[in-house]
């Protein structure tokens, strides 16, 4: 069956330009992660989401980085003002069950987002 | 932790033999842990876990160890194939406390034919 995608795979934003990163998790997956990764790094936690509420946004770096999933479905996380730091790639994975982190998270490939 | 940056701690192992990839984690309270697998270009893939009630479990051709008294945990292939050349991380949350995962630096296996 299909998996997580996300759209772009790869995106290269000028410094100061807006971004917007789409995932599309597995279809009736409750829970939704986003991730960044730095090169070389393991993926750092940004938020959470439990269908369509943001229950944990502790992980992102600063204001400029905002994440929705209205319908509790498709999540885009964007990111304003891009900073060469926001350089990474990021991303999105889906768990079929809510508030369990033991239930296994699927990832998508990822959104290399390199800012110049 | 200490940052790897772009320098990965590499493990070659050749084709056939056991590989055994170390990681230690950070919050003694953590009580649930992943390995993972990532393949270049790809997302991790969730590949074994282990509850802080057990020490060893056993999956295919796989086995994680936890000892908690070190905060160290470890993952050993057995067998090791081409197809297993790949970067490995583990992660750590506290599973009453949140979806929070905090992912390990990653160790780079190379399969050596």
């Known amino acids: 069956g299909a998996g997580v995608s996300q759209s772009p795979r790869y995106k290269v934003a000028k410094r100061g330009q807006d971004v917007a990163l789409r995932c599309d998790p597995i279809s009736g997956h409750v829970s939704l992660f986003w991730y960044q990764q730095a090169l070389g790094q393991g993926p750092e936690f940004l938020t959470y989401f439990q269908n369509e509420a943001q229950l944990d946004k502790s992980g992102l770096p600063s204001d400029r980085f905002f994440a929705e999933r209205p319908e509790g479905s498709v999540s885009t996380l964007k990111i304003q003002r891009t900073q060469q730091e926001d350089s990474a790639v990021y991303l999105c994975?889906?768990?079929?069950?809510?508030?369990?982190?033991?239930?296994?998270?699927?990832f998508g490939p990822g959104t290399r987002l390199t800012v110049l | 932790g200490e940052s790897v940056g772009l320098h990965l701690p590499t493990l070659s192992v050749q084709e056939g033999d056991n590989s055994i990839i170390n990681c230690a984690y950070s919050n003694s309270a953590s009580d649930y842990f992943i390995w993972y697998k990532q393949e270049s270009g790809k997302g991790p893939q969730f590949i074994i876990d282990i509850r802080s009630n057990m020490d060893k479990r056993q999956g295919q051709r796989v086995t994680v160890l936890l000892n908690k008294t070190v905060k160290h945990l470890s993952l050993q292939i057995a067998a090791t194939q081409p197809g297993d050349s790949a970067v490995y991380f583990c992660?750590?949350?506290?599973?009453?406390?949140?979806?929070?995962?905090?992912f390990g630096p990653g160790t780079r296996l190379s399969v050596l034919p």
């Open positions: 994975a889906s768990s079929r069950l809510a508030g369990t982190s033991t239930d296994t998270q699927y």
């Open positions: 992660a750590e949350n506290i599973h009453n406390y949140g979806q929070n995962f905090v």
